[in-house]
């Protein structure tokens, strides 16, 4: 091997910077962060699991009750819109659905089970026959006890009632019996908001249609397993009477309707009986003629038939009513149909009008035509298509509001705009009707006078008669229809007390735990790694630098009291072959000039630059070179510390031979290792720059110059010191030392730019702590080392 080595710096800086830096990251990158940061994951994987675990361990437990039951409607119809538009259909199913998850459905169970009354730590089970009214002022309170005997506190600390356990207590709109005495003598309950009550329970049941079936699935949730049985029950049971209500309503109304006209027509029966009576004693006449009779048969049977159209267009009216009222329960919504749905617009239009008066016509047309079925057929017809006629233009007026897509209100507005034209068809046979009642009045006016007030008088009985008995029958109708209504729903599954809580769930929520710790930590990992500016490998520095790392030393765990010697201790470790790599990357780099001083420093502290000059000194003294070791590090001197059995005080060194109070050759020591010598850095100055600067300080680099092949100078950081700057103008080389994962990149390129100030002498870094089974190195080191040391033993 040559005796000196020849300085080349090789810039590479161009190829590098348009490369290696800008490249996308691989998977790879994204492995090796994650393995990297592996310990910090695990803790955050262990803290988060185990968290959550015991956090669901102390949540209050949730038990869920279930009831299934039957709906049983009627296949729907497609409503107006979807004749104009799209063939959707409204799901009757869902429609019921949403009427179940209604606020006044909620509220109706709130009042029933008193779900307002609120009791901590399961003490609700102490009471029994809860009732709470509207009245009872919402807020805190407690009960406390003297024996058997309680007394209820509001939250001003004032007692509000005063009771005894197992006994009723009804005071000021409170009702309930308190089974037991608690345990710790005292229980705070508090009364909610009927509709804070209300969206509590709204928020703790569902339900949901079971998929292809007309079957419900109900679920409520409590603190309580026999509450939210109670509850589940209580939601059906509401909605079942709710919707037999609903089904009852309307034949109530007819119901009630009919039996105020019997009264009306009872009344008018027995007057026109009365007044026959009187007038056949007064005036003697008791027989009518034949025209008489037929005339008097005709106009009762159109009464009838008018009094039928009048029920019937009242219970229209009330149907109308109620489906109005549906519109306005969403007044934001449907407030424009509300408007709509007394139809001003509709019944002013004069489309609706000419259609309306054609009606009529045939309805007269059908009354004179009652004996020729042929023509009746043909009449019966045409009025059915002026009815949908009707139709159609009603629902083209109606479709100038918006709301096209909502199944509830197709529903609501199409059942207004049908109502509505039966509505009008019913008022148009009414008026037909009264146009021929009237014809036949003005032919009953033209018999005698003494034939005509008999008529009129057994047209009155007749009439009210037969309106009479059709009401009393109507009556039984409609008694009987609303007897007959049951429930659209039926209960399949009343709701069980469930015997398990379905929340919470401590090993579902640990693997929950474990996933988030999973994200968290792999998350914060990549954050860290993001925030972290340190240089970890090789091409790192090259690409920051365009300068040579001529050696890469790997880490090595070692107790922090150990002198780390590696080329002395142990020859075959990695770290020795990475500075014998080093020796020889430094050989091939002499290139222009020799080098006899080699200045080693890094960046800042602790980064290993006296363990690479006393490692680098061996290795140049194991190959027959005579190298001294010169400490110049006058702030923090390191080099006796390695030498210690040797030097036992740093008090002759080289600070005393700046000073002339030592002479050279009296600073100069012989290591154990042949061929190696070292000067330590002697009594630490007040002045090193000055020192290190001085004239004095150039001739003794030049004097061991002469005497040694290798003069390895040990320097301070460069970073924020000028010693290194000022050692580096009387010296061949420099050499910087950086610790991967601890050197920023900011710091490397600003100690280049530092100490190239002294001239462009940098010729290399050394990567000091390299993880070798990064994926970096794994291949270009570890196994290399790993063979090598193989290969040696």
């Known amino acids: 091997m040559v005796s000196a080595i020849h300085y080349r710096h090789t810039n590479i800086t161009d190829n590098l910077l348009r490369t290696g830096m800008n490249r996308e990251p691989s998977f790879q990158d994204y492995l090796d962060i994650i393995y990297k940061r592996r310990t910090f994951i695990i803790i955050c994987v262990i803290v988060a699991s185990i968290s959550v675990f015991f956090i669901s361990l102390s949540l209050p437990k949730v038990y869920e009750a279930r009831v299934r039951f039957k709906l049983e409607l009627s296949e729907s119809k497609p409503v107006f819109f979807t004749e104009l538009y799209t063939p959707q259909r409204v799901d009757p199913v869902e429609s019921e659905l949403e009427i179940i998850r209604s606020r006044a459905l909620a509220r109706a169970v709130v009042r029933k089970l008193s779900l307002n009354f609120f009791v901590k730590n399961h003490n609700r089970r102490l009471f029994d026959s809860i009732q709470v009214s509207d009245d009872f002022a919402p807020g805190r309170y407690s009960i406390k006890f003297d024996s058997d005997n309680f007394k209820i506190y509001n939250s001003r600390d004032e007692i509000i009632g005063e009771g005894r356990v197992g006994e009723i207590y009804n005071k000021n709109g409170l009702r309930f019996i308190l089974k037991e005495k608690p345990q710790k003598g005292y229980i705070d309950f508090t009364v909610l908001n009927i509709e804070k009550a209300t969206e509590n329970l709204m928020g703790n049941f569902s339900v949901n249609q079971i998929k292809n079936t007309s079957l419900v699935l109900l679920k409520a949730r409590s603190n309580l397993p026999e509450l939210a049985a109670k509850i589940a029950d209580a939601l059906a049971q509401e909605y079942i009477l709710y919707t037999l209500e609903s089904l009852r309503e309307s034949a109530r109304g007819s119901k009630e309707f009919i039996e105020s006209q019997i009264k009306i027509f009872g009344t008018e029966l027995d007057s026109a009986e009365e007044k026959l009576r009187k007038y056949k004693q007064e005036s003697g006449v008791f027989l009518l003629s034949e025209t008489a009779k037929e005339i008097i048969d005709a106009i009762a049977q159109f009464e009838v038939e008018k009094e039928k159209a009048v029920v019937e267009l009242h219970e229209t009216e009330s149907s109308i009513k109620k489906l109005e009222n549906e519109l306005a329960r969403d007044e934001a919504s449907y407030g424009y149909y509300k408007k709509m749905a007394s139809f001003p617009t509709i019944s002013n239009s004069p489309l609706i009008i000419k259609l309306k008066d054609q009606l009529k016509e045939l309805e007269l047309k059908k009354q004179e035509y009652q004996n020729d079925p042929v023509k009746l057929k043909q009449i019966q017809d045409e009025i059915a298509k002026v009815e949908q006629e009707i139709n159609k233009t009603s629902k083209q007026i109606a479709l100038a509001g918006p709301s096209v897509g909502d199944p509830v209100f197709q529903t609501l507005i199409t059942n207004i705009i049908n109502s509505e034209t039966k509505l009008i068809a ?8 009264n146009q021929i009642i009237e014809k036949h009045n003005r032919r009953l006016k033209q018999l005698p006078e003494a034939e005509v007030n008999l008529a009129q008088l057994e047209r009155q009985k007749k009439a009210n008669e037969e309106i009479y008995t059709m009401l009393l029958g ?19 599954d009343h709701a069980v007390i469930p015997d398990k809580p379905v929340e919470p769930k401590p090993k579902q929520n640990a693997i929950l735990g474990f996933l988030l710790g999973l994200l968290i930590g792999i998350g914060s990992a990549f954050l860290l790694e993001y925030m972290d500016t340190t240089v970890k490998t090789t091409k790192e520095i090259e690409e920051l630098t365009g300068i040579t790392v001529l050696a890469s030393v790997p880490l090595v765990k070692r107790n922090k009291h ?23 990357n430094l050989a091939f780099s002499a290139a222009a000039r020799p080098i006899k001083t080699l200045l080693i420093t890094s960046t800042i502290p602790q980064e290993g630059k006296t363990t690479t000059t006393i490692n680098l000194g061996i290795t140049l003294a194991q190959q027959g070179h005579k190298v001294l070791l010169l400490d110049c590090d006058f702030r923090r001197p390191k080099l006796h510390i390695y030498f210690r059995e040797l030097v036992k005080d740093n008090h002759n060194g080289l600070t005393d031979v700046l000073i002339n109070r030592l002479k050279l050759k009296d600073a100069i020591m012989k290591s154990p290792i042949e061929n190696l010598y070292f000067i330590t850095s002697g009594t630490i100055p ?6 290190l600067g001085s004239t004095r300080m150039a001739e003794i680099l030049a004097e061991l110059k002469n005497n040694y092949d290798f003069v390895i100078i040990d320097a301070p950081p460069a970073l924020g010191i000028a010693d290194a700057r000022v050692l580096g103008k009387i010296c061949d080389a420099i050499l910087v030392v950086v610790m991967s994962g601890k050197t920023t990149r900011d710091a490397i390129v600003e100690v280049k730019d530092e100490l190239e100030r002294a001239g462009e002498k940098i010729i290399g870094y050394v990567l000091n702590g390299v993880d070798v089974t990064h994926r970096y190195y794994r291949h270009r080191y570890y196994y290399y080392y790993q063979h090598y040391k193989k290969t040696r033993i």
């Open 474 to 492: 109507k009556l039984e109708e409609s008694k009987i229809a609303e007897a007959m209504q049951i429930s659209q729903a039926r209960i399949i």
């Open 562 to 584: 150990e002198i780390d010697i590696p080329t002395i201790q142990d020859p075959n470790l990695d770290i020795g072959e990475a500075y014998r790599i080093l020796r020889t």
């Open 426 to 433: 019913l008022q148009s046979r009414i008026d037909a009707l």
């Open 686 to 691: 007040s002045n090193p720059a000055e020192l």
